[in-house]
């Protein structure tokens, strides 16, 4: 990313603070589990967590890019039924929001719209995100020089015509992979409150896409009671020979936590980790209902993982540390 996008968010956003995270915060891989905290296999979550919602109403659904000592956050909000962008100097502290891309109903498919996915490839960025009306949910692609003006396609470039889709395909996530010199993309399909596995198309241009297969690549193991329901709104992260995946599983539709698991191909093969779920709801807390929508980043250091907990009715975004690059699997 670009200097003049940091001049232009710093412009329009309020000012952020640098908050150096406590020594001894995060454990380590051998960690046991927290049913308190709702953490296992080495991941703790921050104790100040959420670090954004609250009077913002609901948040959820996140995808952050880092530039530099500068985070940037895209967000599902769900009052505006909008995505909103933020920006921090340390992941946890967050400036004020600012809608970048709301309602279009005058395309008929976008009453709302949530769920983004950003990268940033040949100095422009590239959104895929979901519109949503009453019925259905498809998924939509805009591009930006700044990450807040968006120029969005009129007609979505994913919709449900599988069988396994039904009347939803939502939570895209998207990676260029350099070595097959494509985007692929893993997303979510089936039911329209909460989708029920995760599929996977490709793409050249980000725009014309071809599924891998006319099923799910991805889904839910019912030997795991934890995610014996379904399994949604995955990110994926090309490391290596292997693919690491982040995912939601549900016990049921209400009650959810978050699991990893990796593929050589990222596609068939997966093996979860024995440490599932790594997040899930804490006892007592903001996030006692719910663990949502992982997204992780790795800062050389530790991985950064942010998502959305929820308690009752309200969805917030909290930030779980693991200290060191291995995330527990065997080799």
């Known amino acids: 990313m670009r200097n003049s996008h940091n001049k ?5 956003l309020a000012c952020t603070w640098l908050l150096l995270i406590p020594r001894g915060l995060v454990a380590t891989p051998t960690t046991p589990a927290h ?3 709702g953490s296992n296999g080495g991941w703790v979550k921050y104790p100040q967590n959420p670090v954004l919602g609250g009077h913002l109403g609901t948040c959820f659904d996140i995808c952050v890019l880092r530039s530099g000592r500068l985070y940037d956050m895209w967000y599902s909000w769900r009052p505006k039924k909008s995505i909103a962008l933020v920006t921090s100097h340390d ?6 929001p600012i809608v970048v891309l709301g309602p279009d109903r005058k395309t008929g498919w976008q009453d709302d719209v949530n769920r983004p996915v950003v990268v940033y490839r040949h100095k422009l960025f590239r959104m895929w995100y979901t519109g949503q009306t009453r019925t259905h949910s498809r998924i939509g692609y805009a591009t930006s020089h700044d990450g807040i003006h968006w120029n969005r396609r009129a007609r979505p470039v994913l919709s449900p015509t599988r069988p396994w889709e039904r009347m939803a395909v ?44 006319n099923k799910p690549i991805f889904t839910a193991d019912k030997n795991h009671p934890w995610e014996q329901d379904r399994v949604t709104a995955c990110q994926v992260i090309q490391q290596g020979p292997w693919y690491y995946m982040f995912y939601i599983g549900f016990e049921n539709v ?18 979860r980790l024995p440490a599932n779920p790594i997040l899930f709801p ?14 992780a980043i790795y800062d050389g250091k530790q991985w950064r993982l942010w998502y959305n907990g929820r308690r009752g ?19």
Request: charged share 25%.
């Open 8 to 12: 232009m968010v710093g412009c329009l």
């Open 35 to 37: 049913p308190l905290r």
């Open 91 to 96: 992941g946890i502290h967050w400036g004020k």
């Open 170 to 213: 939502m939570c895209p996530d998207v990676i260029w992979d350099r070595t097959a010199r494509e985007y692929k993309m893993w997303y979510s399909g089936g039911d329209q409150y909460e989708p029920k596995a995760i599929g996977l198309a490709v793409s050249k241009n980000g725009i014309n896409w071809k599924r891998f297969s």
């Open 254 to 271: 209400h009650r959810a936590a978050i699991g990893l698991a990796r593929s050589r191909n990222g596609v068939d093969h997966w093996q």
């Open 282 to 295: 804490g006892e007592g807390t903001w996030d006692a209902d719910a663990c949502y929508k992982p997204f």
């Open 313 to 331: 009715t309200l969805e917030q975004i909290g930030v779980a540390f693991h200290k060191g690059r291995h995330l527990g699997f065997g080799r």
